[in-house]
């Protein structure tokens, strides 16, 4: 089955920025809409990102401007660059797969794979 993995979360200062990159197997993500979403604790999860499958981008007004999701078909991967980093993007960050849709969604049920997360810690 698809395996989605996170990586490059972790501890910056206030105004700094982190990438984080999903690594998708056992499927190849040309056709497919992925997302990035958080969830801070005591929260529910929230839409961040995505991008469709022709790299059409939607972004949460809350990271408008400072994060930017995008993807490279080829390394079959998802990334997304997080500057002007402020406390309340405090969160574990998922990526997710969405095998039913080509074009951007907001919508957390329209994605069919998760990852496992990583946690994105933000200081002041």
């Known amino acids: 089955q698809v395996q989605l993995v996170e990586s490059g979360g972790g501890l910056v200062q206030a105004g700094g920025s982190l990438r984080l990159s999903c690594l998708v197997s056992?499927?190849?993500?040309?056709?497919?809409?992925m997302g990035w979403f958080r969830q801070a604790p005591g929260k529910e999860r929230e839409f961040v990102a995505t991008i469709g499958s022709d790299g059409s981008t939607d972004y949460a007004n809350s990271v408008k401007g400072r994060l930017t999701i995008s993807r490279d078909n080829t390394r079959n991967m998802v990334g997304l660059q997080m500057n002007s980093l402020k406390p309340e993007d405090t969160a574990v960050y998922f990526c997710?797969?969405?095998?039913?849709?080509?074009?951007?969604?907001?919508?957390?049920?329209?994605?069919?794979?998760w990852g496992q997360g990583t946690q994105v810690t933000v200081t002041v």
């Open positions: 056992r499927r190849s993500i040309a056709f497919d809409t």
């Open positions: 997710a797969l969405s095998w039913e849709k080509y074009n951007p969604t907001r919508s957390a049920g329209d994605f069919g794979a």
